[in-house]
């Protein structure tokens, strides 16, 4: 490699290195490895967290449906009740809106 070329790689390298490190804060290129590498994750994550609300948003329907049917109301307070309690359990307070969005977005899809 000449030399021009080798400066032009290194400047590369130091431009790839330093986007990166600028798109997850990082100050290491290690720590943005490790970063981008977590994010990935969490995208796939949320991409598994989005189809079972959808799934779920579908069971509800489900039930909504037959209770409707058979003369019933849309909607049973004391599930929704219970579903509140089961996830500020197991989230704490934050989990009681998470449980909210999550009802709220299985209501009405009758």
Same mark, same amino acid.
């Not at 804060?25 to 189809?51: K, W």
């Given at each position: 490699? =000449?030399?021009? &070329?080798?400066?032009? #790689?290194?400047?590369?390298? =130091?431009?790839?290195? !330093?986007?990166?490190?600028? $798109?997850?804060? /990082?100050?290491?290129?290690? /720590?943005?490895?490790?970063? &981008? ?6 995208? /796939? ?8 609300? %959808?799934?779920? !948003?579908?069971?509800?329907? +489900?039930? %909504?449906?037959?209770?409707? =049917? ?6 049973? *307070?004391?599930?929704? *009740? ?8 197991? *989230?704490? $307070?934050?989990? #009681?809106? *998470? ?10 899809? +009758?």
């Amino acid at each position: 490699m =000449t030399a021009t &070329t080798n400066a032009m #790689t290194t400047a590369a390298m =130091t431009t790839t290195a !330093m986007d990166t490190a600028e $798109k997850t804060g /990082a100050r290491t290129s290690e /720590a943005a490895d490790v970063i &981008t590498g977590a994010r990935e994750r969490i995208d /796939a994550l949320d991409d598994r967290i989005i189809g079972l609300i %959808q799934e779920r !948003m579908a069971v509800s329907a +489900v039930i %909504q449906e037959a209770r409707i =049917t058979s003369g019933g109301r849309r909607v049973n *307070l004391a599930r929704e *009740l219970e579903v509140l309690g089961h996830y500020r359990d197991a *989230l704490g $307070k934050p989990g #009681t809106g *998470l449980a909210m969005t999550l009802l709220e977005l299985c209501r009405g899809r +009758v």
